[in-house]
């Protein structure tokens, strides 16, 4: 669902009906993929960033929604390709107006605030850059628990309480983009999710759901921008399961499940993912299928023409028979244990995450201390020691000892940035 109108309080959506095929440039490679979506009572389907083939009975609005007929409460498993790199092209003008479209209750200090930005900026994108500089500089937090807002819940949030979600953080800087004269407009849907390894596929949760902003520019069309992730990862309060104090999460990105603290927990998940495994495969295999092609597979296994009693008789016993399989292999991968050297080095990068030297995805570990002695000169003679005793451990040919081990552990548990 795309937001297009703000009463200052709540989005609304606007139905953009396409007057002819809506169309967008990419030179991309289209990525396909297939989606089984849970019953649900909307009639959205969800794809990847921007559809180039979906079902026949679905219809893509200009603002690039999608929407199947009789898709409501069932089961529906469809094919799609998107390209995920592209140009929207040129904004109509009512999609001009919408995206300009301002409640009555913006404030003075939000105008000044905008109007600060666009002395200091050179064009529309500049202006993007210095809002999500704002939030990054600012004292802003991540939380699912913000305060309360009345009246004004943009302003407030901006100047005030300056703690929220997502939907927050979409609302407000939508909000100022459109005081800049840039057309923005909210965007819901879900961001990541969880790899099932049993099954090969992506499961994604309502806990995925997430709002973001897009914007118009003229070198880009539509451009995604999320504002909430401008938030500094030291800055997100994590939910009550956590413990505040533990050094080992503190500054580090937001997790939303609940850490598997003992052997039981880890295998009531792996069961859990084993489970739902077996039961997508059951839909795409047997109940997505039609009923010839469940009659042609049920005649190639030896059991004739199947009634639906058949079927359920089938799927028990195929069951009974997958069950042992499924607690040997969770055995298996309950069994395996962390690496203790692995375990102390992301411990000792966390503790110089909250100094705000964060290690970049792409960092090794000498390169990471090169920059943090470069940052921080005081710290080269306690970071020297743990990087060589890492590297030894890690890339060495022997791949050390238990007593190189034991060390290298005392180094870490010492080290204070």
Known sequence: PVMWH???????????????????????????????????????????????????????????????KEVRDRRYRYSAS?????????????????????????????????????????????????????????????????????????????????????????????LLMRLAGIPARVVTGY???????????LIVRQSDAHAWSEVWLEESGWTRIDPTAAVAPERIERPFEFDLQDEETTGLPINFSARERDLLQRAWRQLGLGMDAVNANWHRWI??????????????????????????????????????????LLRRRVAARPDPVQRDYLRFCQRLARQGLLRLPHEGPEDFARRVIARRPELGPSVEPIIRAYVALRYGRQGGNTEQQRHFHQLVRRFRA
Do not use: K
């Open 191 to 201: 961001q990541g999710g969880e790899i099932n390894p049993l099954g090969d596929y």
């Open 6 to 68: 703000s009463d200052g309080a709540r989005w609304t959506r606007v139905r953009l009906r396409p007057r002819e095929p809506v169309s967008y440039r990419s030179s991309a490679p289209a990525t396909a993929y297939r989606i089984t979506l849970e019953p649900s009572p909307n009639n959205w389907l969800f794809t990847l960033d921007l559809p180039q083939q979906f079902p026949a009975n679905a219809t893509l609005l200009a603002d690039f929604q999608l929407l199947g």
């Open 287 to 328: 109940l997505g299928y039609s009923r010839d092609q469940q009659r042609r597979l049920m005649q190639w296994l030896g059991m004739g023409n199947p009634s639906d009693r058949m079927l359920a008789l089938a799927m028990v016993v195929c069951t009974g028979l997958l069950l042992p399989l499924l607690f040997l």
């Open 82 to 174: 998107s390209r995920l790199s592209y140009h929207t092209g040129p904004l109509s003008e009512r999609q001009r107006r919408l995206g300009l479209q301002l409640p009555d209750n913006i404030t003075p200090r939000m105008r000044h605030l905008v109007e600060q930005w666009q002395r200091q900026a050179e064009g529309p994108r500049a202006v993007v850059r210095q809002a999500l500089d704002f939030f990054r500089r600012e004292a802003f937090y991540y939380t699912l628990n913000p305060p309360l807002l009345e009246q004004n819940p943009a302003d407030q949030f901006l100047f005030e309480s300056r703690r929220g979600f997502c939907e927050h953080y979409a609302t407000s800087f939508t």
